[in-house]
């Protein structure tokens, strides 16, 4: 054999140690893959999007009662904010999006296949897309097409669905998989693999006729987390956990259907993982909660939903030098309705929009909670209601140590305080935090060896 042949060989060889050594995952079973041998790796984190195919609704009159009626969801902008939130990621360019789950409205097939052929885009960019599913997504009753004054039954899908639907994002590259559920391992660099936790509870959804809101994971998921764990020490690489439920507490008054059910094994069976970090949605706002115990700590971010004000996402940044460094940014609807040459002025002024209909929606639903208890003046229940929606609006956008003052001195608040004792009252109470926390943005060092 010749030196050239030789030297030929030895390049070729060269090539394909690399191959293996820097992609984790089969090269054919996406077309995006990350492999960041720098040891820095940047995440979009979306949740809740709630997506509704533009198909399923004429945004007439059963669209709006559905609308009126609901808890801030902006789904009639929800397909322009999709894609405002594509051309973010397409500018800004992270390595990979995470979705923690409620990916559709209510389950819509329809909505899921569009859905799925969106993230395709984001992958075409150069982005790899992670999903689990939230409460709204599997068997879901609720699915619901709207035209003119009427609502249909359209049809939902099974796990076995959304396993096909979105096997390029996850599923398809997997190292492990749960075999109780549609948890998933997932690797996309040597040094961070990340937990895709399924918590949701969605085999009794039809015969009980709505979704179950409750979240849970199985003893058979705690043993395949803890596999999981030990792979990942094999190899000194380091678990993050994503799931739709909270795992902590994410709001003192409402936690029932919010925080995992069997929360406190989880907390264990993290720690004992060395999982410090786990990031979560299902609850809407933007909070991040920490439980330490042994000088360890778990922190819980639940960022807030992308189809609810102020639309906004989180940022995570991770590096084997600086740890963790978490941050949330909103979609720039303006810019991308300016880019696209829309008219609609809602899109082009998408801030001022979005806040004040979120104020509005909240306000009626306040008021329609007063109105129920029977106890309040017309006077009072505008009064009060106007102050609940300024907490709430603070509330959902991880801010509610805002304007503390201002909002103390309100007739609404005075009128709060001096209330007897009720869920409402508790949860306007709580929603004023006078602490110097900021729940949009995180560091979290690395103590790993």
């Given at each position: 054999?010749?030196?050239?042949?030789?030297?030929?060989?030895?390049?070729?060889?060269?090539?394909?140690?690399?191959?293996?050594?820097?992609?984790?995952?089969?090269?054919?079973?996406?077309?995006?893959?990350?492999?960041?041998?720098?040891?820095?790796?940047?995440?979009?984190?979306?949740?809740?999007?709630?997506?509704?195919?533009?198909?399923?609704?004429?945004?007439?009159?059963?669209?709006?009662?559905?609308?009126?009626?609901?808890?801030?969801?902006?789904?009639?902008?929800?397909?322009?904010?999709?894609?405002?939130?594509?051309?973010?990621?397409?500018?800004?360019?992270?390595?990979?999006?995470?979705?923690?789950?409620?990916?559709?409205?209510?389950?819509?097939?329809?909505?899921?296949?569009?859905?799925?052929?969106?993230?395709?885009?984001?992958?075409?960019?150069?982005?790899?897309?992670?999903?689990?599913?939230?409460?709204?997504?599997?068997?879901?009753?609720?699915?619901?097409?709207?035209?003119?004054?009427?609502?249909?039954?359209?049809?939902?899908i099974t796990k076995r669905d959304f396993v096909k639907i979105y096997g390029d994002?996850?599923?398809?590259?997997?190292?492990?998989?749960?075999?109780?559920?549609?948890?998933?391992?997932?690797?996309?660099?040597?040094?961070?693999?990340?937990?895709?936790?399924?918590?949701?509870?969605?085999?009794?959804?039809?015969?009980?006729?709505?979704?179950?809101?409750?979240?849970?994971?199985?003893?058979?998921?705690?043993?395949?987390?803890?596999?999981?764990?030990?792979?990942?020490?094999?190899?000194?690489?380091?678990?993050?956990?994503?799931?739709?439920?909270?795992?902590?507490?994410?709001?003192?008054?409402?936690?029932?259907?919010?925080?995992?059910?069997?929360?406190?094994?989880?907390?264990?069976?993290?720690?004992?993982?060395?999982?410090?970090?786990?990031?979560?949605?299902?609850?809407?706002?933007?909070?991040?909660?920490?439980?330490?115990?042994?000088?360890?700590?778990?922190?819980?971010?639940?960022?807030?939903?992308?189809?609810?004000?102020?639309?906004?996402?989180?940022?995570?940044?991770?590096?084997?030098?600086?740890?963790?460094?978490?941050?949330?940014?909103?979609?720039?609807?303006?810019?991308?309705?300016?880019?696209?040459?829309?008219?609609?002025?809602?899109?082009?002024?998408?801030?001022?929009?979005?806040?004040?209909?979120?104020?509005?929606?909240?306000?009626?639903?306040?008021?329609?909670?007063?109105?129920?208890?029977?106890?309040?003046?017309?006077?009072?229940?505008?009064?009060?209601?106007?102050?609940?929606?300024?907490?709430?609006?603070?509330?959902?956008?991880?801010?509610?140590?805002?304007?503390?003052?201002?909002?103390?001195?309100?007739?609404?608040?005075?009128?709060?305080?001096k209330a007897p004792p009720s869920l409402l009252k508790d949860y306007g109470i709580?929603?004023?935090?006078?602490?110097?926390?900021?729940?949009?943005?995180?560091?979290?060092?690395?103590?790993?060896?």
């Amino acid at each position: 054999m010749n030196i050239r042949k030789i030297s030929l060989i030895l390049i070729i060889s060269l090539i394909a140690i690399c191959i293996v050594s820097c992609n984790t995952r089969d090269a054919n079973s996406k077309e995006t893959s990350v492999c960041k041998c720098n040891e820095c790796i940047s995440f979009f984190v979306a949740t809740d999007i709630h997506y509704l195919a533009p198909e399923l609704t004429d945004k007439g009159e059963a669209f709006q009662k559905f609308m009126r009626y609901g808890d801030g969801k902006q789904l009639n902008y929800i397909d322009e904010i999709v894609e405002a939130f594509i051309y973010d990621i397409k500018v800004k360019k992270p390595d990979i999006l995470i979705i923690s789950g409620d990916l559709t409205n209510n389950g819509e097939k329809e909505s899921h296949i569009e859905l799925a052929k969106k993230l395709k885009r984001i992958e075409k960019a150069g982005t790899s897309v992670y999903v689990i599913p939230g409460n709204h997504d599997l068997k879901n009753p609720w699915a619901r097409s709207f035209k003119g004054n009427e609502n249909f039954k359209v049809d939902t899908i099974t796990k076995r669905d959304f396993v096909k639907i979105y096997g390029d994002f996850g599923y398809d590259e997997a190292i492990s998989r749960d075999k109780g559920s549609l948890s998933y391992l997932a690797s996309p660099t040597k040094h961070l693999w990340i937990l895709m936790l399924d918590t949701t509870k969605y085999k009794d959804n039809m015969i009980l006729g709505f979704p179950e809101t409750c979240g849970y994971l199985s003893e058979e998921t705690f043993e395949w987390i803890e596999e999981c764990s030990n792979m990942a020490k094999k190899e000194n690489a380091k678990l993050i956990a994503v799931m739709h439920h909270s795992l902590l507490d994410h709001c003192q008054v409402i936690t029932k259907g919010f925080t995992l059910e069997n929360n406190s094994t989880a907390v264990e069976v993290f720690q004992n993982c060395d999982i410090d970090l786990v990031l979560t949605g299902h609850i809407h706002i933007q909070d991040i909660s920490t439980y330490e115990k042994d000088e360890k700590s778990i922190y819980d971010i639940a960022t807030s939903a992308l189809c609810v004000y102020p639309q906004q996402y989180g940022v995570l940044n991770y590096s084997l030098k600086n740890g963790y460094d978490y941050n949330t940014c909103r979609v720039d609807i303006e810019n991308w309705a300016n880019k696209k040459g829309i008219q609609d002025e809602n899109l082009l002024n998408f801030k001022s929009y979005s806040k004040e209909a979120f104020m509005k929606q909240s306000y009626h639903n306040f008021y329609d909670k007063l109105l129920q208890m029977g106890k309040y003046t017309d006077e009072e229940m505008q009064k009060i209601s106007k102050t609940l929606a300024m907490l709430n609006l603070n509330y959902y956008s991880g801010v509610k140590n805002t304007n503390v003052d201002e909002i103390k001195n309100t007739e609404g608040y005075k009128l709060l305080k001096k209330a007897p004792p009720s869920l409402l009252k508790d949860y306007g109470i709580h929603m004023l935090c006078e602490k110097k926390t900021d729940n949009n943005k995180l560091h979290i060092p690395n103590h790993q060896k």
